[in-house]
């Protein structure tokens, strides 16, 4: 028998046998002589568990939103008498480093110790592969549930279905729901045998509607176990999941029998929203944004009537899970302080001969090609898909690093906002427009700064070399909002030129082709900088991971003589590359820009 496949029975039998409170039994514990029923829900978490609240001059005065709190709530509720039942609508173990470290095992050991009851599969649970989350699902002490993403082979165990909690007199059955995006979203190996063939299939991949036919199968199958029956899903009401119809409000379009929908995914914030189901019913759909922004409280009242609304704050605290958090999050602060490399020679955001001068923002500097490398790396070598061009915001690169010991925190300082990577679609031309918008001032001098004129969205690159020409004007047409709309006469961009993995050469770049482009999802997704130019562009991968945390395990993934990896040119893993233009050791960088002063 193969790992997998144990992997999945043991969970299967974890599901069966937990005795835990609203897990396997199911019954739920406690005081329940009300006749409401409270479902506390949460979704994308995505392991931030250190959410603080700041004064108006920047300094932490509490915590915000965490886990404990949110034991503490539902404690509180329960207290007073309240049907209370707490869930989560997908990923939760990936994002920050609280989860990177130990792939997921002590965020879901707070959760359980915070009291969830059900949760769903997100698509970034899968991120430390399909074995390590069937593992975490078995320890969680609470089921998952999906009723599209099957093992292939119908001998395999997979995960159920549905779940029905009996509480306050009442049956109220979960479905969970999968977004198809999954299978690209992480990464498509994880779901492969030693052979390249895939074991796992996902409901919905290839055609929306055997999405619409699973839901409408586990719908069915409750539907005479239960008073009310509510979706769990992490499909969201995004862009490319909305073409393709695998959102969440499509999904209620074209089955009937759901009462409610409770969603992850895009990070939307919808405290309650009525769609539609087939025969015109009406189902309540909410979703809570991420990173605990909010918890959400889905109301189902004696009469059958639900509400839902978003909480932003509460005051109490469970000092259990609180001590949990603390203790995990004061071991990590240690860790990132633990060396991890050496590193050669300084990478600077400074004029290499006058440190007051900042550079990052108007010039390649080697730090820049460095972060974009770290990205360019990890695309192509750590999840084996074709990147072939990386743009990286030299507003985004914050401080130099210094030559001698390397840690996580060095990482952290060069990119402190924890910026998601993602990967896009994207034309030529696009890519061109992107680095017209970065090069608006270049050329210029800032006579109150007395240095160099710069510009946050100035492109530092990997796979691409590129001119800027600062004696063109620049005609970047922006909107009232100070997005990029077009540009009006010459380009101050010239000679852009792609890099050919195949034959070593940086080659032309063509305007009508699609080029698979990666860097933060604030510049590629969310119109960070006004580049307004990507927000329609298919995306390829999101959420792989936070930009500081892959800058670190590119820098262990150098070689080294001793028991640290050395930071130099040739120990990179990128010097393989043919032709690839890489010099760490210049502080002006490799020249894959050139300013025509």
Not at 160 to 174: L, P, Q, W
Not at 531 to 551: C, H, N, P, R, S
Request: proline share 2%; charged share 25%.
């Amino acid at each position: 028998m193969n790992k997998i496949k144990r992997a999945t029975i043991l969970i299967l039998v974890a599901t069966i046998l937990c005795v835990l409170p609203g897990c396997g039994s199911n019954k739920t514990k406690g005081n329940n002589s009300g006749t409401d029923i409270k479902i506390v829900y949460t979704n994308d978490v995505h392991s931030y568990i250190d959410n603080v609240i700041l004064d108006a001059d920047g300094n932490v005065v509490g915590n915000g939103l965490r886990f404990s709190k949110i034991a503490a709530m539902v404690q509180d509720m329960r207290a007073d008498g309240q049907n209370v039942l707490l869930v989560d609508a997908g990923d939760e173990i990936q994002g920050d480093i609280y989860g990177a470290i130990d792939e997921g095992e002590t965020i879901i050991n707070i959760m359980r110790e915070t009291g969830y009851q059900l949760a769903t599969p997100g698509n970034h649970d899968f991120d430390y592969g399909v074995l390590q989350f069937l593992k975490l699902a078995e320890t969680s002490g609470f089921p998952y549930v999906t009723c599209n993403f099957h093992p292939i082979k119908s001998e395999e165990s997979k995960l159920s279905d549905s779940y029905v909690f009996e509480i306050g007199g009442k049956r109220v059955a979960f479905i969970g729901v999968s977004t198809p995006e999954t299978f690209t979203s992480s990464t498509p190996t994880y779901f492969q045998d030693e052979t390249g063939e895939f074991i796992y299939t996902i409901d919905g991949l290839t055609d929306a509607k055997d999405l619409y036919t699973s839901v409408q199968n586990a719908i069915d199958n409750v539907k005479d176990n239960a008073d009310y029956i509510i979706a769990i899903g992490h499909l969201g009401v995004g862009l490319d999941a909305t073409k393709k119809g695998w959102d969440s409000r499509s999904v209620i379009s074209n089955t009937v029998g759901l009462d409610a929908f409770i969603d992850g995914h895009s990070h939307s914030t919808i405290e309650s929203e009525k769609v539609k189901d087939k025969k015109g019913n009406k189902v309540i759909l909410t979703q809570t944004g991420s990173y605990l922004d909010a918890i959400g409280i889905m109301t189902i009242s004696g009469d059958g009537a639900i509400s839902t609304e978003l909480v932003n704050e509460y005051s109490g605290e469970d000092d259990k899970v609180a001590a949990l958090e603390k203790a995990w999050m004061d071991s990590i602060d240690a860790q990132m302080k633990e060396k991890i490399a050496v590193l050669e020679n300084r990478l600077t955001i400074t004029n290499p001969d006058n440190d007051s001068e900042r550079w990052i923002r108007a010039r390649e500097l080697n730090l820049g090609d460095l972060t974009a490398d770290s990205v360019y790396w990890f695309f192509n070598e750590r999840l084996t898909l074709d990147c072939d061009i990386v743009i990286q915001n030299g507003g985004g690169i914050r401080s130099a690093i210094e030559k001698g010991d390397l840690t996580y925190f060095s990482a952290k300082q060069v990119e402190p906002f924890g910026n998601m990577i993602c990967l896009i679609g994207a034309t030529g031309q696009q890519i061109v427009d992107a680095l017209e918008m970065g090069a608006t001032v270049i050329g210029e001098w800032d006579e109150e700064w007395n240095t160099p004129a710069e510009n946050g969205a100035f492109m530092q690159v990997a796979g691409l070399s590129y001119v800027i020409d600062s004696s063109i004007p620049s005609g970047v047409e922006l909107d009232k909002n100070g997005m990029f709309v077009k540009v009006n006469g010459d380009y101050r961009v010239k000679d852009v030129k792609v890099y050919n993995k195949e034959n070593g050469q940086y080659e032309p770049i063509d305007l009508n082709r699609e080029y698979q482009l990666g860097g933060i999802n604030y510049i590629l997704r969310n119109n960070g900088n006004g580049m307004k130019m990507f927000e329609a562009d298919e995306l390829t991968i999101d959420y792989v991971g936070q930009d500081y945390i892959i800058l670190a395990e590119y820098l262990r993934s150098f070689e080294g003589d001793g028991d640290y990896p050395v930071v130099n040119t040739k120990n990179s893993p990128l010097s393989s590359y043919k032709g690839y233009l890489l010099d760490y050791e210049n502080p002006l960088g490799a020249q894959r820009i050139t300013i025509l002063e």
